[in-house]
């Protein structure tokens, strides 16, 4: 498996993030609209502790069901990744897993606030997936772009933290909640590790200061992750380019030094 040549497989993955990205906006469009309707009629309350979602509204609970089995395919990232010879970093397989397991795990309660975790994703994934979609097919994308996506990303997490808060608040009061304990603690534990974790590399993409040689590791570094996380490809010719600069400029240094060395015997010879 080592000695096997990387893959390149640009068709497979565009059409591959190009389907969960039209899957992702019908899912969205379709669950929003129960949920904005829940939230405009019945309250906060009823959005976050009536499960209706999946027992009264068959176009919601449909796409509730289908973003449940969703998670399964989803993993398919993975193997683009596995194929294309790229490093699998912990941020990568660890979401994967614990989205599926988490979702499957809910699904089977009825869980009542998994409506706001679902729109949210079926939201996020929509814009993300056309971003991957766009960037395989080698569209020039601006930077900027993946930013926001990181940015809603972050806030996906902050707001699921607190719907985990404002839940164990109700339950607190005596209200009735169709959420368990135990499924408000894993839902906490996971969005608050998402958001450290998204939050690290948001820092270490965007906002750590740039200097020199170390920027441009770094930049390849960050480079290499994104393709990873975006399941795309990577532009080999850039990041072969970024390495034999670093070469270049280390052989330039040592060449510099030397002259400088050499220099500096000869003036001393002269003055004795």
Same mark, same amino acid.
């Given at each position: $498996?080592?000695?096997?040549?990387?893959?390149?497989? @640009?068709?497979?993955?565009?059409?591959? &993030?190009?389907?969960?990205?039209?899957?992702?906006? $019908?899912?969205?469009?379709?669950?929003?609209?129960?949920?904005?309707?829940?939230?405009?009629?019945?309250?906060?309350?009823?959005?976050?502790?009536?499960?209706?979602?999946?027992?009264?509204?068959?176009?919601?609970?449909?796409?509730?069901?289908?973003?449940?089995?969703?998670?399964?395919?989803?993993?398919?990232?993975?193997?683009?990744?596995?194929?294309?010879?790229?490093?699998?970093?912990?941020?990568?397989?660890?979401?994967?897993?614990?989205?599926?397991? +988490?979702?499957?795990?809910?699904?089977?309660?009825?869980?009542?606030?998994?409506?706001?975790?679902?729109? $949210?994703?079926?939201?996020?994934?929509?814009? #993300?997936?056309? +971003?991957?979609?766009?960037?395989?097919?080698?569209?020039?994308?601006? @930077?900027?772009?993946? #930013?926001?996506?990181?940015?809603? =990303?972050?806030?996906?997490?902050?707001?699921?933290?607190?719907?985990?808060?404002?839940? +164990?608040? #109700?339950?607190?009061?005596?209200?009735?909640?169709?959420?368990?304990?135990? &499924?408000?603690?894993?839902?906490?534990? $996971?969005?608050?590790? +998402?958001?450290?974790?998204?939050?690290?590399?948001?820092?270490?993409?965007?906002?750590?200061?740039?200097?020199?040689?170390?920027?441009?590791?770094?930049?390849?570094?960050?480079?290499?992750?994104?393709?990873?996380?975006?399941?795309?490809?990577?532009?080999?010719?850039?990041?072969?380019?970024?390495?034999?600069?670093?070469?270049?400029?280390?052989?330039?240094? =040592?060449?510099?030094?030397?002259?400088? &060395?050499?220099?500096?015997?000869?003036?001393?010879?002269?003055?004795?």
């Amino acid at each position: $498996m080592s000695s096997r040549p990387r893959m390149e497989i @640009r068709g497979a993955l565009i059409l591959w &993030n190009a389907f969960l990205a039209v899957f992702s906006i $019908m899912g969205a469009l379709r669950t929003w609209t129960e949920f904005l309707h829940v939230l405009s009629e019945h309250g906060i309350h009823h959005s976050l502790c009536v499960s209706s979602f999946i027992e009264k509204d068959r176009v919601s609970g449909f796409w509730t069901f289908m973003f449940v089995l969703s998670k399964v395919p989803e993993l398919g990232d993975t193997i683009f990744i596995v194929l294309r010879k790229q490093p699998l970093i912990f941020l990568h397989w660890y979401h994967h897993i614990t989205v599926l397991l +988490y979702s499957w795990y809910s699904y089977s309660e009825y869980t009542a606030a998994a409506r706001w975790f679902i729109t $949210m994703n079926y939201l996020v994934h929509s814009v #993300m997936y056309t +971003y991957y979609a766009f960037k395989a097919a080698k569209f020039r994308v601006p @930077r900027g772009i993946a #930013m926001i996506i990181t940015t809603l =990303q972050l806030i996906q997490m902050v707001v699921g933290t607190l719907v985990n808060f404002w839940t +164990y608040q #109700m339950k607190q009061d005596g209200l009735e909640c169709q959420v368990s304990d135990t &499924n408000i603690k894993l839902s906490l534990l $996971m969005y608050v590790s +998402y958001f450290v974790l998204f939050a690290r590399f948001f820092h270490n993409a965007y906002l750590k200061p740039k200097s020199s040689e170390k920027a441009q590791k770094r930049d390849w570094f960050v480079e290499k992750v994104i393709c990873q996380i975006n399941s795309r490809p990577c532009d080999e010719m850039k990041v072969k380019t970024q390495e034999r600069n670093l070469v270049s400029k280390k052989e330039t240094l =040592q060449e510099t030094c030397t002259d400088d &060395n050499t220099r500096k015997t000869k003036n001393t010879r002269a003055v004795f």
